[in-house]
């Protein structure tokens, strides 16, 4: 059976979560990785090595690779140590050194992958050590991924703060692509990051795939507050140029209150409501099942289930 070839945007715990169900179905996966991230042993080895940020990268190296439970129990095991070593991921160290061995990130990547069998191509967006920057609604602007995940004020913008040099192989993945696949996660510094890049957006004008939104199920403090799933979809519209969102991903499952109320009281997070009138207006298919996985209280994408969906979608 010819693999449906998809590539992915994002970056963080959405797209690794997503992808861990893709790679069990026929797609020939490109993943996109956002690579602006600055906190904790990110931002401590971005400094000290002046390279791009390993985290999301190492998220979605777990989620592709075939021993996936194993790997994510080396790889996320943090050093606890009175060291430079302390709270240091092994999976971060082993990327910085595969870079420092091949000289860039990519064939870093590659060079991993001959040990973790990956089911998918894991792209960073740039090689260059980008800074991500934030204006907020009143105009203040704030400097780096972790400041403006942590600022309390509304977000109206990101950009960087210097042009990075877009990654070719990005650019052939989308070129080559079947469908375009915007995972769930942070809209403002994990999508957003990919479509903000002039070569990124062009690309995607040129293509014929199809470009498909995974929502959140959950609104996000500062981003997306009070949002329905309709307030997303023309987010990102806004920054795909001339092409649009052509169909959308949405929960129809029923969450318990007690864990919405949860949400809400402890995380100043809100449930998405489908407001369907307002989606079909804009253009966008409607793919919906109960995709509700609650883990510890924790509500996720039933990623297999998305899986499925999505490959039901493209063929038909």
Same mark, same amino acid.
């Given at each position: 059976m010819k693999k449906t070839?998809?590539?992915v945007l994002g970056g963080g715990t959405g797209m690794s979560i997503l992808l861990s169900g893709l790679k069990k179905l026929p797609f020939d996966i490109?993943?996109?990785?956002?690579?602006?991230?600055?906190?904790?042993?990110?931002?401590?080895?971005?400094? *000290?090595? $002046? =390279?791009?940020?390993?985290?999301?990268?190492?998220?979605?190296?777990?989620s592709l690779s075939e021993e996936e439970d194993d790997v994510k129990k080396l790889l996320?095991?943090?050093?606890?140590?009175?060291?430079?070593?302390?709270?240091?991921p092994v999976g971060n160290l082993?990327?910085?050194?595969?870079?420092?061995?091949?000289?860039?990130?990519?064939?870093?990547?590659?060079?991993?992958?001959?040990?973790?069998k990956l089911r998918g191509k894991v792209l960073p967006l740039t090689e260059d050590n980008v800074i991500l920057m934030g204006k907020m609604d009143d105009g203040y602007v704030v400097?780096? *991924?972790? $400041? =403006?995940?942590?600022?309390?004020?509304?977000i109206n913008s990101v950009f960087y703060k210097e042009k990075p040099i877009v990654n070719p192989a990005v650019l052939k993945a989308i070129s080559e692509s079947d469908a375009i696949i915007l995972s769930m996660g942070s809209l403002f510094t994990s999508?957003?990051?990919?479509l903000i890049c002039d070569e990124v957006r062009e690309e995607i004008e040129k293509s014929n795939a199809k470009i498909i939104y995974v929502c959140n199920i959950m609104t996000q403090p500062g981003e997306t507050d009070d949002f329905l799933v309709s307030h997303h979809i023309k987010l990102l519209n806004s920054y795909l140029g001339k092409r649009k969102v052509d169909a959308v991903v949405v929960n129809n499952g029923v969450i318990s209150p007690d864990i919405i109320e949860n949400y809400s009281t402890s995380e100043e997070k809100d449930l998405v409501e489908v407001d369907y009138d307002k989606i079909k207006k804009l253009g966008a298919d409607i793919i919906e099942d109960n995709y509700v996985l609650i883990e510890n209280n924790i509500i996720r994408h039933n990623a297999l289930k998305v899986s499925v969906n999505l490959l039901s979608y493209l063929m038909n």
């Open positions: 070839k998809i590539a490109s993943a996109v990785v956002t690579v602006s991230d600055d906190g904790r042993s990110t931002g401590r080895l971005r400094e *000290e090595f $002046n =390279i791009l940020a390993v985290g999301d990268i190492r998220k979605v190296l777990i996320d095991y943090r050093f606890k140590t009175s060291s430079d070593l302390n709270g240091h082993l990327l910085t050194g595969a870079k420092e061995i091949t000289g860039n990130m990519s064939d870093g990547i590659e060079l991993l992958n001959s040990i973790l400097e780096g *991924e972790h $400041n =403006i995940t942590e600022d309390h004020r509304v999508i957003i990051p990919n």
